[in-house]
Nanobody, 129 residues
Framework: QVQLVESGGGSVQAGGSLRLACAAS????????MGWFRQAPGMAREFVSA?????????YADAVKGRFTISRNNPKRNTVYLQMNSLKPEDTAVYYC?????????????????????WGQGTQVTVSS
């Protein structure tokens, strides 16, 4: 299993921006989907975004579409980013990076946490009004 380490969380005022990074412990293969989820206190973990490493196709939750951008650094093949703009207080949560090492393509099922094999420890994002 690949090990994942998130960074880039912090506190910001509403309307601000943060960029999260997720570094994998080893190079990523072409058959890989990486995703971001978040979990607010007392709430279930929810899907935020996912990306296919092989072709760069992406998927976003409706709540973040147009504000968040997921990307990966193709040459090194080991880091995925989540650029978060126009942050809202409701974006406050612990953000987790996850990897599905068996995926051959990104699909709608990657909105489910159960599709992922590896998880990072999470990074806190706090947005104040």
């Amino acid at each position: 299993q690949v090990q994942l380490v998130e960074s880039g969380g912090g506190s910001v005022q509403a309307g601000g921006s943060l960029r999260l990074a997720c570094a994998a412990s080893q190079y990523t293969t072409s058959t890989l989907v990486m995703g971001w989820f978040r979990q607010a206190p007392g709430m279930a973990r929810e899907f935020v975004s996912a990306i296919s490493w092989s072709d760069g196709t992406v998927l976003y939750a409706d709540a973040v579409k147009g504000r968040f951008t997921i990307s990966r650094n193709n040459p090194k093949r080991n880091t995925v980013y989540l650029q978060m703009n126009s942050l809202k207080p409701e974006d406050t949560a612990v953000y987790y990076c996850a990897a599905d090492e068996r995926a051959h393509a990104l699909s709608g099922r990657h909105q489910r946490a159960s599709e992922y094999d590896s998880w990072g420890q999470g990074t806190q994002v706090t947005v104040s009004s």
